[in-house]
């Protein structure tokens, strides 16, 4: 079982990006979370993992202990910040994970920059995100933001209804922070991430050309990916490997990190045959 991450930063596109870093050989895996999280969703997946691969996990811009600029956060933002810090992290294409709104920048990143990319893994992207599912989040953007204790704000994690207690208190850790005022806020840019999420109802799907070997996954009790669309992007990918992971909602790293790390594992390993 790996340890934590080690923390760090690193300077890409103009902005300083944090990240953990668990070392080993190449290809280097380089994670990406969903929107209002940040690189640490992914500890219990890689804990769970028997790759000896490096593993980078970043904190988007806007997000956990990156900068939060004010403005710019469209998914071609993330996007170019993405290609950036790949080409700071490693002179050989990479594997790309991304978690929800990270499996969309990752596809837009392995569409633009194939040369970077020599596997992708898509773990219940927003694609066409219903826009009742993005007023929703608006709602709780605007009242559940911030909190008068942390075990307010602990109860009030978005997905989260499947994570065993250890997971939510390990995770509330990173996701909140307390203020000056003696309130729990998160970590995150309130603005940053409304923007992110309404710029994920558009479809992209045209948008999409991704070459390398890709997994694409969703959750079973997933409302924001459904079967019908995994098996959309199955469509119109050159190589894929569709999976549905049991008792998982949409954050899948966290619902049920031993299954997608061995799927994850099974994947990378494929690639690295190929």
Not at 106 to 120: H, K
Not at 196 to 223: F, K, M
Request: with cysteine.
């Amino acid at each position: 079982m790996k340890g934590p991450g080690i923390s760090g930063f690193l300077d890409a596109n103009g902005l300083r990006f944090h990240s953990l870093e668990w070392p080993g050989t190449e290809p280097l895996l380089v994670l990406l979370h969903p929107n209002r999280a940040n690189a640490h969703v992914w500890d219990f997946m890689v804990a769970k993992s028997k790759l000896q691969n490096r593993i980078v996990a970043v904190d988007l811009r806007g997000h956990g202990k990156s900068e939060w600029p004010n403005s710019g956060y469209q998914l071609t933002d993330y996007t170019n910040d993405v290609i950036a810090i790949i080409e700071r992290l490693s002179s050989s294409p990479v594997i790309l994970v991304g978690g929800a709104t990270g499996g969309n920048i990752g596809l837009l990143v392995a569409t633009a920059r194939p040369d970077l990319v020599c596997g992708l893994a898509v773990i219940d992207p927003g694609l066409s995100l219903d826009p009742a599912i993005n007023a929703r989040v608006q709602r709780e953007l605007e009242h559940e933001h911030s909190f008068s204790s942390r075990e307010e704000a602990l109860a009030s994690m978005p997905f989260s209804s499947l994570w065993s207690t250890a997971q939510k208190e390990s995770y509330a850790g990173h996701a909140f922070r307390e203020s000056d005022s003696g309130s729990w806020e998160g970590t995150y840019s309130k603005a940053a991430a409304g923007e992110t999420e309404h710029a994920l109802v558009p479809a992209i799907w045209n948008e999409i050309r991704v070459e390398c070997p890709t997994l694409a996954v969703r959750g079973d009790r997933s409302a924001v990916f459904g079967r019908d669309k995994l098996f959309r992007l199955g469509s119109i990918l050159s190589e894929s490997v569709l999976a549905e992971i049991p008792m998982a909602d949409h954050r899948v790293m966290q619902d049920n990190p031993e299954t997608l790390a061995s799927m994850l594992d099974g994947f990378v390993n494929m690639v690295g045959d190929s």
